[in-house]
């Protein structure tokens, strides 16, 4: 163990402290050319409630670009399954300078995540893959650009000066995520309360439960759930006026007896 301390310390010592500062500086200044650079919602995405933005596969090339590197991809694993409809792989994203290997990045993806479950899998063995490929690419990216502490992988926040975003300026660039349960609610509440309506709505979309509801998703179900409303309300509407026109003809037919005379007042009137 003090074997280990005493290599540690040799390596610190034989570092130049100018040159870590240098280096430092370098970096700091490279990550503000990079937030002014990218633009949100296209190079990069914010996610409401996340402390980092996303950085997209536009945004990753791009700092590729810029620092001159090449990438190279390898499936390190994978599975296709068309017996049970399974499809995964794994694949590393290797980063080279010329013929200088700089980095390597990971990246995996399968047809059982979320977002592929309600689809035909037999369609999405060159999707997952390339998601696996823009995964691993976005995972090296951030690594060899030193970027882990402005991006994510998944999420984001900064606006296109690189500055905190508000909540008023949060979008939602996670397509893949589900309603919050305030969404949820919402939706019960536009149906009236009424829980058939909430639940026609989502078996229209293919949805077991509200809280499985896509985001991009969301107000095309709360328009459903609108025009169901809409659409029930005209037809109790129509119902009860069927029902008071069927409530008053008893009463027509009881005046026109009453005008028709009984035999034994004809018999009277003789």
Known sequence: MQEAVNQSLSIIDNVSIQQVQATMQKITQFQKVIQSTLHQNHDYGIVPGTDKPTLLKPGAEKILMMMGLRSEFEIVDSTRDFEKGFFQYQVRCKLYRGDMLITEGLGSCNTKERKYIKQDPYTLDNTVLKMAKKRALIDATL??????????????????????????????????????????????????????????????????????????????????IERAVKSKAEAEKEKAEAEAKEESKPEEQLEVAGDTPLPWEEVDEQ
Do not use: H, P
């Open 143 to 224: 690594l060899v650009a030193s970027l882990s502490d402005i991006f994510t992988q998944d999420l984001e926040d900064m606006d296109l000066e690189g500055q905190q975003v508000s909540n008023q300026k949060r979008y939602y660039t996670d397509q893949d995520s589900t309603i919050s349960k305030a969404q949820a609610r919402r939706m019960f509440a536009l149906a009236k309360g009424d829980q058939s309506i909430v639940r026609a709505a989502l078996d229209t979309f293919g949805y077991k439960s509200s809280t499985d509801v896509e985001k991009v998703k969301y107000d095309q179900v709360c328009e459903a």
